[in-house]
T-cell receptor, first 116, second 111 residues
């Protein structure tokens, strides 16, 4: 079974430029997440989709970050304009049906962003 | 507001010995707990989980213990191997939504 795919793996941009990251979740997974991981910290949830609807975007800086999941499969995360503090790894993850035990999420390898 | 706390930034253990990684949480609504392992330049990989209805879950060399009254969980790795050297993240979620992660503990297993 293929895992979560992300691209690009690495991106360097200047501040005030824009960048977009793409994610393809595990086949059949209805829930898709974007996390931001700053060096030395744990992953922080930016946005969670259930199919193509937003479940939680309370920590998404909406003045500069946007995300969409058209057709309930692939997703894109955009940052415009980028700031120096946006330098981080952007992790896409997905999960399937919750079981009686809980909900396990599976991560992609991440997209590393450096803003200079 | 850190709802999931990993107070030890790093841990060093001799190969063959036990590694114990600790995690504390504050939200009593959390009912599912997970541990992830992360190597450099890779995404976190799911390792083991436990539901709040249990106090122990074992998978090979990895065992997770949950103490609900203390709001504390731990991951035991026995025996530790050099390949276990990585960053370990504790995570928790209430009802399967909004999984929240700790800051991670870097484990060094010395050969």
């Amino acid at each position: 079974e293929a895992g979560v795919a992300q691209s690009p793996r690495y991106k360097i941009i200047e501040k005030r430029q824009s960048v977009a990251f793409w994610c393809n979740p595990i086949s059949g997974h209805a829930t898709l997440y974007w996390y931001q991981q700053i060096l030395g910290q744990g992953p922080k949830l930016l946005i969670q989709f259930q199919n193509n609807g937003v479940v939680d975007d309370s920590q998404l800086p909406k003045d500069r970050f946007s995300a969409e999941r058209l057709k309930g499969v692939d997703s894109t995360l955009k940052i415009q304009p980028a700031k120096l503090e946006d330098s981080a790894v952007y992790l896409c993850a997905s999960s399937g049906q919750s079981t009686s035990s809980g909900n396990t999420i599976y991560f992609g390898e991440g997209s590393w962003l450096t803003v200079v | 507001d850190q709802q999931v706390k990993q107070n030890s930034p790093s841990l060093s253990v001799q190969e063959g010995r036990i590694s114990i990684l600790n995690c504390d949480y504050t939200n009593s609504m959390f009912d599912y707990f997970l541990w992830y392992k992360k190597y450099p330049a890779e995404g976190p990989t799911f390792l083991i989980s436990i539901s709040s209805i249990k106090d122990k879950n074992e998978d090979g060399r990895f065992t997770v213990f949950l103490n609900k009254s203390a709001k504390h969980l731990s991951l035991h790795i026995v025996p530790s191997q050099p390949g276990d050297s990585a960053v370990y993240f504790c995570a928790a979620s209430p009802g399967g939504f909004k999984t929240i992660f700790g800051a991670g503990t870097r484990l060094f297993v010395k050969a």
